[in-house]
């Protein structure tokens, strides 16, 4: 029992340290790790009382009551994790007010430039961020004119959100559709 409380102490002084820093830096990877962290040294306090109660006071069940609180716990931390990780793996940021205030503000900018803002899609990389803005422009403005507009975009980014090291603007043209080819010429 010495061993079971020790053990859980010094994981969750272990665990809160990690997410003082994860919160610290907005680092989601120690997030989950310290969450995890916290969930393993819950668990063993969780059976150290379990373990008094029924070795102490003669409640036997409250090893399994124990057991069945720890493995809830367990899949509610295991959920939370994979939700969060699953929008690291599709490069995703679940943030639609960031994406909605940079698509705002680009539209307003550069409105009678740019006719609109199809998307925006932030990942986060660390204490960073990287966004990808889907414009939609003339198809007949030039190729250079586009590229200095991306800069403008992207100087505009910057300016506001520090934190967003690398901006990707893909251009779309707003007037481009195919026409349908004849059968005959092929």
């Not at 989601?28 to 916290?38: E, G, Q, V, W, Y």
């Not at 925006?120 to 007949?140: K, Q």
Request: glycine content about 6%.
């Amino acid at each position: 029992m010495i061993t079971l409380g020790a053990a859980g102490s010094i994981s969750l002084h272990r665990a809160f340290r990690v997410r003082s820093v994860a919160k610290k830096y907005n680092l989601i990877s120690l997030n989950l790790d310290a969450k995890n962290s916290i969930k393993d040294g819950s668990a063993s306090v969780i059976g150290f009382i379990s373990v008094v109660i029924a070795t102490q006071f003669g409640f036997l069940q409250m090893d399994a009551i124990g057991g069945m609180i720890i493995g809830g716990y367990i899949f509610s931390v295991a959920y939370v994790s994979l939700k969060q990780s699953s929008f690291n793996l599709v490069d995703a940021w679940h943030n639609p007010a960031l994406a909605d205030i940079l698509k705002k503000m680009v539209e307003e900018r550069f409105g009678c430039k740019a006719v609109g803002v199809k998307s925006v899609f932030l990942r986060p990389a660390g204490i960073i961020a990287h966004a990808e803005v889907h414009i939609e422009t003339d198809g007949n403005k030039k190729l250079a004119d586009v590229k200095l507009l991306s800069v403008h975009i992207q100087t505009l980014i910057r300016s506001r959100f520090q934190y967003v090291e690398r901006i990707s603007i893909i251009p779309h043209s707003e007037f481009f559709e195919l026409a349908p080819m004849p059968l005959h010429n092929f």
